[in-house]
């Protein structure tokens, strides 16, 4: 089986503030990224497609699955991890604690997480539930996931059986890519990781 991992373009804010599960949607550039990212991919064939049901994410995949005739498998538990007081908060208003939570919770988000925000092991364990169920489904080749950059580095760091600080090598930027093989006699391969779009 390969699993693509998509993350999702530029959202709308996005130079002003962090999103964990606040909800904005994608913007013109974030729209014209994704468009850009799924052309390099559609020369591949995408068997399943599944989204997490926040807009940024979930609006782009709907125009997928309408132009492939596939099902789109939408899953509240493929959101973001919930970033507590700063989740969507204007990076102009945070407090001094607020950056000092926000540099701890980069370095180790297991042993720092935000006030009010979801811890690791609950984010992950709700991420990796939800793409087991979404496998067990039915076999297909070629699966693809539109997430978050946090949903992302949670599937890659329990398949390569990293701990949460290891997270930062894991990086995607707006519509970055990376694509996974799994076989059934071998552990899970990375194939690529792409952080580049295709030239106009």
Sequence with gaps: MRLTLIRHGEAEGASEAIFGQSNPQLSALGRAQMQARWQMLSAQQV?????????????????????????LHLDHAFQEIHLGCIDGKAKSEWSDEDH???????????????????????FQQRVLKA??????????EHRVLIAHQGTIKAILLAAFNLPPERHQQFWLTTAGSVTLW???????????????????
């Design 100 to 122: 000092t939570h926000w540099d701890a919770w980069q370095a180790n988000p297991r042993q720092s997480p935000l006030p009010n925000g979801e811890g690791w092991d609950e």
């Design 47 to 71: 068997d399943a497609l599944a989204s997490s049901t926040l807009a940024r994410c979930a609006d782009f995949a709907l125009d997928c699955a309408q132009q492939l005739q596939v099902p």
């Design 131 to 140: 793409l087991d169920a979404w496998i067990a489904q039915g076999e297909v």
């Design 182 to 200: 799994w076989d059934q006699h071998y552990p899970p391969m990375l194939l690529e990781l792409s952080n580049t779009l295709a030239a106009d």
